[in-house]
T-cell receptor
Framework: DAGVTQSPTHLIKTRGQQVTLRCSPKSGHDTVSWYQQALGQGPQFIFQYYEEEERQRGNFPDRFSGHQFPNYSSELNVNALLLGDSALYLC????????????FGPGTRLTVT | GENVEQHPSTLSVQEGDSAVIKCTYSDSASNYFPWYKQELGKGPQLIIDIRSNVGEKKDQRIAVTLNKTAKHFSLHITETQPEDSAVYFCAAKRYSTLTFGKGTMLLVSP
């Protein structure tokens, strides 16, 4: 049973560029949440997707956007990258209700120079 | 919104000792409290969780307690082993959102 997978593992971008990160949920899960984890901090909630719609959003600017596909996989897009966007981006999958557990992928390490 | 405080930020113990990590939360609407272990270069791994209608839960060497009145919850690890060394995060869930503490770096010395 495959767990949550994310790609790429590492990414280096230049300030002002755009980036797309990808996530495939755990088998049987249909809800995907994205988190940003700065060095030495706990993960911070960006947004959650269910049934191809953004269901909940944290305190992140509109430069952060996402998408969920019919197969439940998801993308996180960040436009106009800032140096402060350098972080580990984590994807977590879960069921929408009745099962609160969220399972995380290994993350994508984004470095903005 | 929810705010989760976690203490201590670092914890050093000898192999075989017990370790306790404590968290407080602010929003009484939070109803699910997971604990994650994160090793270097990896994503957080769910190790134990507790729902708001339960006061205590145990799984082998780890246990979690919840005091809803005081809005406190704690992770207890007994008979610590060097492989328990990692960063541990507590979290509180309100609706569909997890809010995390800042983490505790646990170092278990042989």
């Amino acid at each position: 049973d495959a767990g949550v997978t994310q790609s790429p593992t590492h990414l280096i971008k230049t300030r002002g560029q755009q980036v797309t990160l990808r996530c495939s949920p755990k088998s049987g899960h249909d809800t995907v949440s994205w988190y940003q984890q700065a060095l030495g901090q706990g993960p911070q909630f960006i947004f959650q997707y269910y049934e191809e719609e953004e269901r909940q959003r944290g305190n992140f600017p509109d430069r952060f956007s996402g998408h969920q596909f019919p197969n439940y996989s998801s993308e996180l897009n960040v436009n106009a990258l800032l140096l402060g966007d350098s972080a580990l981006y984590l994807c977590a999958s879960s069921h929408p209700s009745g099962f609160p557990e969220q399972y995380f992928g290994p993350g994508t390490r984004l470095t903005v120079t | 919104g929810e705010n989760v405080e976690q203490h201590p930020s670092t914890l050093s113990v000898q192999e075989g000792d017990s370790a306790v990590i404590k968290c407080t939360y602010s929003d009484s609407a939070s109803n699910y409290f997971p604990w994650y272990k994160q090793e270097l270069g990896k994503g957080p791994q769910l190790i134990i969780d507790i729902r708001s209608n339960v006061g205590e839960k145990k799984d082998q060497r780890i246990a979690v307690t919840l005091n809803k009145t005081a809005k406190h919850f704690s992770l207890h690890i007994t008979e610590t082993q060097p492989e328990d060394s990692a960063v541990y995060f507590c979290a509180a869930k309100r609706y569909s959102t997890l809010t995390f503490g800042k983490g505790t770096m646990l170092l278990v010395s042989p």
